[in-house]
């Protein structure tokens, strides 16, 4: 049987012997080394070869996000499941944008973190529930605070219309409406948008993929 290798990166030496004792009794799985913080880890993958390293992020000398950076940089096979007490959204995303496969509060139960390594050693992608709730909670807030949401269909085509450069005029010809209707929607659409100028407009448009660069 393959048996999972896992490298333990912790600065806390009690933290690294009880995530070891804990997965000695897991026959799929082999702790085949430690290390107490980034550089040190660094050095021991291409010697150990890990199937998964389990990283804390707060650590003197180089950080585990900096040194989950270097890591999947330099191999992209690499595994490396956070595991740490900090986990709120910026160290989430930081993790995740590091190249992190998993991230495990220090909170969770050890069999749920013996899960994560399987799961992410299996090429999965392993956030533990609080984690992803927090994720998704601040993915709401962003969209409700997304004020295109507000704009409606016709004010979203004006939008769209404005940025490519027509005038009001050529938009009430385009749409047939009136230039007073256009002067309308332009205005709301500047209010609801806390937008002031045409130029903004076209930022704004492309930014949402209204228009490409070229237009």
């Not at 096979?77 to 190249?99: C, F, M, P, R, W």
């Not at 495990?104 to 392993?126: H, T, Y």
């Not at 005038?167 to 007073?180: F, H, W, Y």
């Amino acid at each position: 049987m393959h048996k999972i290798k896992v490298l333990i990166v912790d600065d806390h030496a009690i933290m690294r012997d009880g995530i070891r004792a804990l997965l000695s009794i897991n026959e799929d799985i082999e702790v085949v080394g430690e290390a107490s913080e980034g550089k040190e880890a660094l050095k021991k993958v291409p010697e150990l070869k890990p199937d998964v390293i389990v990283m804390d992020i707060a650590m003197p000398g180089m950080d585990g996000m900096e040194a989950t950076r270097q890591m999947v940089k330099g191999n992209s096979k690499v595994k490396v499941l956070v595991l740490t007490q900090h986990d709120n959204k910026e160290y989430i995303l930081s993790a995740i944008k590091a190249g992190a496969a998993g991230f495990v509060p220090k909170r969770a139960m050890g069999s749920e973190l013996v899960s994560a390594i399987r799961a992410v050693n299996r090429g999965d992608s392993v956030l533990y529930p609080s984690v992803a709730s927090a994720l998704i909670e601040d993915y709401r807030q962003r969209a409700e605070l997304d004020p295109y949401d507000r704009l409606t269909a016709r004010e979203r085509e004006i939008l769209r219309l404005i940025a490519e450069g027509h005038t009001s005029q050529e938009i009430a010809d385009m749409l047939v409406i009136s230039l007073k209707t256009v002067l309308g929607h332009r205005t709301k659409i500047m209010e609801k948008l806390d937008i002031h100028n045409r130029t903004e407009l076209i930022k704004f448009a492309m930014r949402k993929g209204l228009i490409s660069i070229d237009t």
